[in-house]
């Protein structure tokens, strides 16, 4: 009878040890889903035992009647940092009960990067939702000075946007809408700036959001400049796209826009390198669009941008100029300059100089 009686203690024990294990998770379960598929089994008895001791916590607003607040979430922002900053601005009541709810869930892998609009009358779940919501948020897009179009291109899939490098660079391809200036493609008026767009843009709306805001920033005053220097718009377009890339230091630019200038204007090459890594395309020993150094044979490459071959601009912008490039070739400096070169000091300055002979006196020894 104590044998019988000792057993069935030791069952009822046993049981009681063993119960939480299946309820607890199954509880958990009942208020917010099964738990994520990332998590051991004892990782989902833990994470589910926290979210049930967090819950009046994580269904509670931290202010039901609390005004929306922008909230900017970063890639590359570790989940704990960002719930450490919605606790911060009073979004949520607690950053552990917020971590605690995306780990169990497997939301704290879904965050999207962009810039939200959030209430603090929302639940932790609310917030969280919100925050991995495509439709919820803009993500803040940057197309740096002296970009071509498939450095934009290479740039989205880390955006935060839907659109694909190839659907981009099938948009750019096409003359911009925003302008009748005969281009035969985007490039040249896709401009930089930083533009904070909806993730569900499509390719053809950036590539023209660009353009537009390239139109947007020409001036009837750029446009009488260039063509005081005797340039057709285009022209003058493609003339900046070489003075952003030979232009290390902004306040160069107007001197380096002279120094092409008095070159066309007397009929020789321009001879300048960024018009030979345009045509030489990305290389993959530099892992750029912009090789570095270049070679002797590099300047003998057969193509129509090579300008030390073919005599007048190229046939098309090599990147995409800042409004200050596009300003120094429309307000150029006077000067007697035709030829400059890098400093030997490395600070980005260049020596220019009137004759080739200075030219080669200001080369490093």
């Given at each position: 009878m104590?044998?019988?009686?000792s057993l069935t203690a030791t069952l009822l024990l046993l049981l009681a040890i063993a119960l939480p294990f299946f309820l607890i998770p199954a509880l958990a379960a009942s208020h917010y889903g099964v738990p994520s598929t990332r998590l051991s089994?004892?990782?989902?008895?833990?994470?589910?035992?926290?979210?049930?001791?967090?819950?009046?916590?994580?269904?509670?607003?931290?202010?039901v009647y609390g005004a929306e607040q922008a909230f900017t979430l970063t890639s590359g922002e570790s989940p704990y940092f960002i719930a450490a900053r919605l606790e911060e601005q009073?979004?949520?009541r607690d950053d552990e009960a917020f971590i605690t709810y995306l780990v169990y869930t497997g939301m704290d892998t879904n965050l999207l990067p962009g810039d939200y609009r959030l209430s603090p009358s929302l639940t932790i779940p609310g917030i969280a939702g919100m925050l991995q919501d495509t439709r919820a948020s803009f993500v803040e897009f940057i197309v740096l000075p002296g970009w071509r179009m498939e450095e934009v291109a290479a740039s989205l899939p880390t955006s935060g946007l839907t659109i694909t490098p190839e659907d981009f660079l099938n948009a750019a391809q096409y003359?911009?809408?925003?302008?009748?200036?005969?281009?035969?493609?985007?490039?040249?008026?896709?401009?930089?700036?930083?533009?904070?767009?909806?993730?569900?843009?499509?390719?053809?709306e950036l590539v023209s959001l660009l353009t537009q805001n390239f139109s947007f920033h020409i001036t009837p005053e750029i446009k009488a400049g260039l063509a005081a220097q005797g340039l057709s718009f285009y022209d003058g377009v493609k003339l900046a796209s070489i003075v952003e890339r030979e232009a290390v230091i902004a306040d160069e630019r107007a001197t380096i826009a002279s120094v092409f200038l008095n070159r066309l204007r007397a009929g020789q090459k321009l001879e300048t390198d960024p018009t030979i890594q345009y045509a030489l395309g990305y290389?993959?020993?530099?892992?750029?669009?912009?090789?570095?150094?270049l070679t002797y044979a590099?300047?003998?490459?057969?193509?129509?941008?090579?300008?030390?071959?073919y005599a007048g601009l190229p046939p098309t912008p090599i990147c995409n100029p800042s409004l200050g490039s596009l300003e120094a070739v429309a307000f150029p400096a006077e000067t007697p300059y035709f030829y400059f070169r890098a400093r030997c000091d490395g600070s980005g300055l260049h020596a220019f100089a009137e004759t080739f002979a200075g030219h080669l006196a200001n080369g490093c020894e």
């Open positions: 104590k044998k019988t009686l089994l004892t990782q989902r008895f833990q994470y589910a035992a926290k979210i049930l001791w967090h819950d009046s916590t994580i269904q509670r607003p931290a202010d009073g979004l949520i003359p911009p809408t925003a302008l009748d200036v005969g281009a035969a493609a985007s490039e040249g008026f896709l401009f930089p700036d930083t533009y904070p767009l909806p993730r569900d843009l499509n390719a053809d290389n993959e020993f530099n892992q750029s669009w912009w090789k570095s150094p590099d300047l003998e490459v057969n193509s129509p941008y090579n300008t030390y071959i």
